[in-house]
């Protein structure tokens, strides 16, 4: 029998293996949590928005990165599974060779998840200038929370990067952080910009 996907599980049980003895999940999966409830939020304020969205697009632009951040759940705990496999043989030059892309691996998911942070504060924050004011609230707090997932992801990459040590020589490191950097001060600008007094 298949384990259940983050977006299957009831949300108390994904609690409970969060608060586990166990390596995952773990801090990328509540970070692709966090983007997920964030996406919602703001396809739920560009539904009620009506003019705002008039053909959809904010809303299902929402949904897509809502799908796209429990995906990354999931494969957050593989990618991290395939490092500690990686390490328990990382004896030898191709088993080295081996780690680094498990650690590359591993590094791409955060990655991907404050790129998605951004898009998601990008159209939350648009809702805020234009949608219904009565989801002030709603959508706010979709800037502010994908603002933090942006910014947990980027630390995520950060410390991947240092872990691997994907910042020597002709690895991946320095393009990894420059995107991861790159995104969460998109996030954060949107933050700034629409903070609610």
Known sequence: ???PTTAEQPLGAFMEDLAAARPAPSAGTVVAVTVAGAAGL???GARLSGDADPDGATATAADACRQRALRLADEDADAYGEVLAARRHADGAAAQSHLVAAWTAATEVPLELAE???E???LAAQLL???NPNLRGEVATAVDLAAAAAAAAARLVRIN?????????????ADLLGRAARACTTAAGHAQRHRVP
């Open 129 to 131: 200038e234009h949608g």
């Open 1 to 3: 029998m298949t384990a």
């Open 120 to 122: 998601v504060a990008d």
């Open 161 to 173: 990067v240092a872990e691997g040590e994907l910042d020597h020589d002709a690895r991946p490191g």
């Open 116 to 118: 998605v942070a951004a």
């Open 42 to 44: 703001t396809a739920m």
